[in-house]
């Protein structure tokens, strides 16, 4: 081989390079044509500097150097032709459009939810609207208006978490009882379902964070016979025709007098039917209706308050309250209907 022969080589290879790069459409592409071009093994440089040794050695030398110039020009083209191509080509792990969908997930509504939207549907049939009160309440919602006394023991029971500025975390949901009277002027009757807050501990029968289910009904010449009637159609309606009831004596601050109801039921855990206490009611307090600033010597009205998680847990003979609580699919998805 002659020094001229050698630059003729030489110069078309870097003369057909561009093109060759540029053509790379993918990154192995890119890897065939580098192989092809500049690769140790079977590339076409390699070839050509192969032949160095058969030159006159007094070429060797400016064919070496030439041989080097074309190597780094290509390879500078390569390296640019790859940057290109990784930055265009999609980050993350490669799409796999063969792997199965995952199966739709149909929603079911919680069975906490599904009692008390069950419940509010009878009561709406009887005549009752929804009312709503907040969460964070001030304290004479939650307490003073309802008739607790100042540091009662009652009020025990009631421990939550103080917000500051005489607001709190409300205890249960009566305080929806005096926001509803306020805002409104007799004949009411609401029932008000939502979030209440305790100090308690998380375990099988308590929650910290449970839902409530308060009605309220105030009219001129309300009675004890019309919270009785009232929800005796209640537990007709929603245990079946069969299921008696008792109302059995009680106290709250914000009624009187004050009762239990308990219904017989069967739990399903093979020990027959049996009297289970599902809420608590009475005749509202008139102090409760002053403080609401309705005249209690013109209205009278009867409430009760019950919580739709014990009824959800009797319905379904739950052992737990967290499974309630919990939010576990596994547990919630058995009642989608
Ligand atoms: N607020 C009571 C509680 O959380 C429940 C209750 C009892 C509500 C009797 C009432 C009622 O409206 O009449 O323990």
């Known amino acids: 081989m002659t020094l001229d022969e050698f630059k003729t080589q030489c110069a078309a290879l870097a003369a ?12 192995d592409d890119w890897t065939a044509v580098r192989n092809d071009l500049v690769g140790r093994a079977a590339g076409r440089l390699t070839a050509i500097m192969s032949t160095l ?83 964070a309440e001030h304290e004479w919602y939650n307490f003073g208006a309802l008739n607790f006394p100042d540091d009662h023991p009652a009020m025990d029971m009631h421990d939550t978490l103080y917000l500051g500025e005489g607001a709190l975390l409300r205890t249960h949901t009566s305080p929806v009882q005096v926001r509803t009277m306020q805002a409104y002027p007799p004949p009411i009757r609401v029932l008000a379902p939502g979030n209440v807050y305790r100090r308690d501990f998380f375990d099988a029968t308590h ?18 016979v019309d919270l009785k009637a009232t929800l005796n159609e209640f537990a007709r309606r929603f245990y079946g025709g069969t299921r008696r009831t008792r109302f059995g004596p009680s106290f709250f601050p914000f009624t009187e007098p004050s009762a239990q109801m308990d219904v017989e039921i069967d739990l399903g855990d093979g020990r027959g039917t049996r009297w289970v206490e599902i809420l608590g009611c009475g005749m509202v307090h008139p102090a409760v209706l002053e403080s609401a600033g309705l005249d209690s010597t013109k209205y009278t009205g009867w409430a009760f308050g019950m919580g739709p998680g014990r009824i959800a847990m009797s319905r379904h003979g739950l052992p737990d309250i967290r499974l309630l609580y919990d939010s576990d699919v596994r547990f919630l998805e058995q009642f989608a209907e």
């Open 16 to 27: 057909e390079a561009p093109a060759r790069v540029d053509a790379a459409a993918s990154l």
């Open 53 to 135: 040794g058969t030159l006159p050695p007094e070429a060797r030398r400016e064919a070496g150097q030439l041989a080097n110039a074309v190597k780094v020009e290509i390879e500078r083209l390569l390296d640019a032709r790859r940057d290109a191509l990784a930055a265009a080509a999609p980050s993350g792990p490669r799409l796999d459009r063969t792997m199965p969908a995952r199966a739709a997930w149909r929603g079911a509504r919680h069975p906490v939810t599904l009692v008390i939207d069950e419940i509010c549907g009878i009561f709406r049939e009887l005549g009752f609207t929804i009312a709503l009160g907040p969460e």
């Open 207 to 224: 929650a910290p964070a449970f839902a409530q289910l308060e009605g309220l009904a105030v009219d001129e010449g309300i009675s004890f």
